[in-house]
């Protein structure tokens, strides 16, 4: 694996790196407001936060250092820091707090952002002081099912796939100084038949006689470069990424060679360079055609991935770099092209690793679970703000904005979800036209531009059976196997896309069971029947003619899920040399 030149150990935004920015994880002063009385009598300027608790952990995990089990509504909290003012502004970070945050810097309102799963940034310029600062964040958080929560229960107890809330920051917070004129975002789009990236940049507050720079070199070796005037604050800037000096002079991304273009933005006012942030780049296209997945124009691409629920024990949803880095190369190892991040928008560490060791990453909106305009306008929004947020990883070859039928439950005969759907899918292929949506993974599809199927059919026989007519079955009028439904809505037929099982396996094994946990269809006795059953299954979904890859539910367990290839502690209940072989086929 080559690390990618502008790679900073542990800094949490790798597509987007600067060099001046400080942590602020560890260890905060933390408060249950049960009254929610803490706004009332002014907590964020002042009183008494009775708790300690380890940012960026969820309080009801072990590792914040509070574990508690119960749902409060309203949280708190607040850390002191020293920090020299000097020139330019102050950007604060937040990558993930559920579900509204509210911010305080000194007593001094900041902003307020909706949402669990996005970046939010806030300018802390006017309010930061020379010295001691002090910061307040009050995260309120409900079970709510019209908000989107993912696999967040709303029950009291956790069951089935619904596990433990995640209540308040879960992912990094941090600040970054930055000049008063600076690269608010770049936005990567890969004209791949031009063997070129297209550069879309905003400029914060731009004044004449600015220009922008962009440069990409490979191993070393600079290949290309140009410079814009900045004139209203946003433009693009197209970058040929040729080295003509070599035999092969294009390099393409791919899960077997994941090469990445070393890219720097250079901003210049007067002449002089101001800012400065190295990002990178990949020429890489995801395509279909004749019912194939094609990846740089190359056919026949067979998926082979599995289901990743990014759950990391005593963390919960919150893993260590080098967790997400774990779980990246145990992917890899297990002969995985391929990974559906499932009900979860994962840290933006893990799509990087994803980068360099190459991966194919499927990025999936969590879900809300009644359907109304409060539901429809709040996925609407965070949808969007991930997309943005995502879009330049090369890794994600597709985006799912709908999980069997979640939230939209009559999606099969109701129009107005229907077109939620549809327009969930356009939205997605606006932001990013260069990658694929999916409608709705599982069953019940609008517009799609793949056609994912789950199935639970615990032998092979089973899988055979269920697609024994595979155009009986894409037409709706032969639908068999375990929790399978139509693959199409009313008024939606088949177009020709590629089939992907993206749901299958699933089993648990009978030591499990007995313990409270579970999987679908009958439990295994050991490693070696669990072994026989992975192999006749996938066997038989290799045999479908029709079938363009699979996802198997899933790598690892998660709480009273045992289900996964590897245990939550991501031991494997097999030899991973096996388990390799099976997979690979």
């Known amino acids: 694996m080559r690390h990618v030149k502008c790679y900073r150990e542990n800094y949490p935004r790798p597509q987007f790196v600067r060099g001046d920015y400080t942590s602020l994880d560890g260890v905060w002063k933390f408060a249950f407001d049960e009254e929610n009385i803490g706004e009332r009598e002014n907590w964020q300027k002042g009183g008494a936060f009775p708790l300690e608790i380890v940012v960026p952990y969820s309080y009801h995990t072990e590792k914040s250092g509070i574990g508690r089990e119960a749902p409060c509504d309203n949280v708190w909290y607040r850390r002191t820091f020293s920090f020299s003012k000097g020139e330019g502004r102050v950007l604060l970070h937040f990558d993930g707090c559920d579900y509204l945050a509210k911010v305080w810097l000194n007593g001094i309102f900041l902003g307020a952002h909706e949402g669990g799963y996005a970046r939010f940034t806030f300018d802390a310029t006017n309010a930061i002081a020379d010295g001691e600062n002090t910061l307040t964040v009050k995260c309120e958080d409900a079970a709510d099912i019209l908000q989107p929560r993912g696999k967040q229960r709303w029950t009291p107890q956790s069951a089935s796939c619904f596990y433990t809330e995640t209540t308040g920051i879960w992912k990094s917070v941090w600040m970054e100084r930055v000049p008063a004129r600076y690269i608010e975002r770049v936005s990567q789009d890969i004209l791949f038949e031009q063997d070129s990236v297209r550069y879309c940049y905003r400029v914060k507050d731009p004044k004449p006689g600015m220009r922008l720079r962009v440069e990409a070199e490979f191993d070393g070796v600079k290949l290309a470069a140009a410079t ?58 995801y395509d279909t055609y004749g019912g194939s997945f094609r990846l740089n124009y190359f056919p026949s691409v067979y998926l082979r991935m599995a289901l990743d629920q990014g759950y990391f024990g005593k963390g919960g949803l919150t893993g260590e770099p080098c967790e997400l880095e774990r779980d990246v190369k145990l992917l890899k190892e297990l002969g995985f092209n391929g990974v559906r991040k499932h009900e979860k928008i994962e840290d933006e560490r893990f799509c990087y690793f994803c980068d360099v060791y190459g991966l194919l990453l499927w990025c999936e909106m969590p879900s809300f679970y009644a359907f109304a305009e409060d539901s429809v306008a709040r996925l609407s929004a965070q949808w969007q703000e991930v997309l943005l947020q995502y879009r330049n990883f090369p890794c994600i070859m597709a985006y799912v904005s709908f999980n069997e039928s979640w939230g939209v439950m009559h999606v099969s005969e109701n129009g107005r979800e229907q077109s939620f759907t549809r327009a969930m899918y356009h939205l997605t292929k606006t932001i990013c036209p260069d990658r694929l949506a999916i409608s709705n993974d599982g069953w019940d599809h609008t517009e799609s531009d793949l056609v994912t199927i789950h199935n639970y059919e615990g032998t092979g026989q089973g899988i055979l059976d269920s697609y024994a007519d595979m155009a009986g079955f894409l037409s709706g009028e032969r639908v068999k196997g375990l929790l399978t439904r139509a693959p199409f809505c009313k008024g939606y037929a088949y177009g020709g896309q590629p089939v992907v099982l993206s749901e299958c396996v699933g089993i648990t094994f009978e030591q499990d069971t007995e313990n409270g946990g579970w999987g679908y269809g009958k439990a295994a006795r050991d490693s070696e029947d669990f072994l026989a059953r992975l192999k006749s299954i996938l066997d038989a979904v290799r045999s479908v003619p029709a079938c363009a890859g699979f996802c198997i539910t ?10 996964g290839l590897l245990t939550e502690e991501r031991a494997p209940k097999a030899p991973l040399a096996r388990m390799r072989e099976i997979i690979l086929g």
């Open 228 to 285: 814009a005037d900045v004139t209203d604050g946003y433009g693009e800037i197209v970058l040929r990424l040729v080295n003509k000096h070599k035999l092969l002079p294009m390099k393409y991304w791919s899960p077997a060679q994941p090469n990445l273009y070393d890219v720097t933005y250079t901003l210049f006012e007067d002449g002089k360079p101001t800012d400065v942030v190295g990002s990178y780049s990949a020429l890489v296209r």
């Open 554 to 563: 899933q790598i690892a367990d998660v709480m009273q899920e045992k289900n």
